[in-house]
């Protein structure tokens, strides 16, 4: 499994974004994908995360109602739409995936596998 997360930049509050994570690999439909992010001098956070399915989703207390997680296995891609973003989202964002994965809230703690991070900036 090698992840890329992409779709990061430059957003005003109250804008949207989407990021996406992508897997080379064929078998990316088998993988629970989660999304963290980390704010400059802050630990790690668990954002969301989704089943390998795609039937069940977790969400954080601080993203819930603004961030929606999905995939679309045919692209081996699982997606983040960020809504009414605040300053407080501005972060690197990093995707995980672990197999097998049908209860997303297992994976508040990260996964297997890492990709790069994505910068997320909103300006007030």
């Known amino acids: 499994v090698q992840l890329q997360a992409y779709g990061g930049g430059l957003v005003q509050a109250g804008g949207s974004l989407r990021l996406s994570c992508e897997d080379s690999g064929r078998t990316f439909s088998n993988y629970g994908v989660g999304w963290f992010r980390q704010a400059p001098g802050k630990e790690r956070e668990f954002v969301a995360a989704i089943s390998w399915g795609g039937d069940s989703t977790y969400y954080a207390d601080s993203v819930k109602g603004r961030f929606t997680i999905f995939r679309d296995n045919a692209k081996n891609t699982v997606y983040l739409q960020m809504n009414s973003l605040k300053p407080e989202d501005t972060a690197v964002y990093y995707c995980?995936?672990?197999?097998?994965?049908?209860?997303?809230?297992?994976?508040?703690?990260?996964?297997?596998?890492w990709g790069q991070g994505t910068l997320v900036t909103v300006s007030s």
């Open positions: 995980t995936a672990s197999r097998w994965i049908s209860a997303p809230q297992t994976m508040t703690q990260g996964g297997q596998y």
